[in-house]
């Protein structure tokens, strides 16, 4: 099985409709992550959590927002989406030791289509 | 603030040709840098990393040294194959950061038979 899975793997939905993105992982990793990948932009943070109790803002969260349920669970949800927030959406994950060098571990990928 | 930017694709080689995918970067201080790769419909996964100057990441063929003179990462393979097809993402990790990762574009790859 997969350590790092995201639900759906394709949604097309329709602007002002509200969308849960959901990732969970088996690693038992303290540190999740957020991203958007768009075409020649490469991926960029949309929020991340380094423990249960503890939620940052990555560099472009308008629009955005996160739940961390438990250790292994971290969604994103878009309240009111619209067309720009098509793209690729992918879940990481990293211990938190010597963070500086960290491997991330990625999910599959959540392509959300927004009409 | 921190940055890194990467050649831009799509590069399209033949087999057994050699590949370079320039990256260099912005950065206070001396992160970590790294090269990511995406396989056709896959999430991205590591392929090598370097901590601190001069180290060389290596791995599958690939590999690449960090320059701190010219702030740079470059990947390179000396002969590539068909299955080397896929898009490679150059990222720093600085080090007051908490392990966060920025991304270059992204270098798409595509090695003809």
């Known amino acids: 099985d997969a350590d790092v899975t995201q639900t759906p793997r394709n949604r097309i939905t329709k602007t002002g409709k509200r969308i849960m993105l959901e990732c969970s992982q088996t690693?038992?990793?303290?540190?999740m992550y957020w991203y958007r990948q768009d075409p020649g932009l490469g991926l960029r943070l949309i929020y991340y959590s380094f423990d249960v109790k503890d939620i940052n803002k990555g560099e472009i969260s308008d629009g955005y927002s996160v739940s961390r349920q438990a250790q292994a669970k971290f969604s994103l949800s878009l309240e009111s989406a619209i067309p720009n927030q098509t793209a690729l959406y992918f879940c990481?994950?990293?211990?938190?030791?010597?963070?500086?060098?960290?491997?991330?571990?990625f999910g599959p990928g959540t392509r959300l289509t927004v009409l | 603030g921190d940055s890194v930017t990467q050649m831009e694709g799509p590069v399209t080689l033949s087999e057994e040709a050699c590949l370079t995918i320039?990256?260099?970067?912005?950065?206070?201080?001396?992160?970590?840098l790294f090269w990511y790769v995406q396989y056709p419909g896959e999430g991205l996964q590591l392929l090598l990393k370097a901590t601190k100057a001069d180290d060389k990441g290596s791995n599958k063929g690939f590999e690449a040294t960090y320059r701190k003179e010219t702030t740079s990462f470059h990947l390179e393979k000396g002969s590539v194959q068909v299955s080397d097809s896929a898009v490679y993402f150059c990222?720093?990790?600085?080090?007051?950061?908490?392990?966060?990762?920025?991304f270059g574009q992204g270098t798409e790859l595509s090695v003809k038979p």
């Open positions: 990481a994950t990293s211990d938190n030791a010597g963070t500086a060098y960290n491997e991330q571990f």
């Open positions: 690693k038992g990793h303290d540190r």
């Open positions: 990222a720093l990790s600085a080090r007051n950061q908490g392990g966060k990762l920025i």
């Open positions: 320039n990256c260099t970067y912005t950065a206070t201080g001396y992160p970590s």
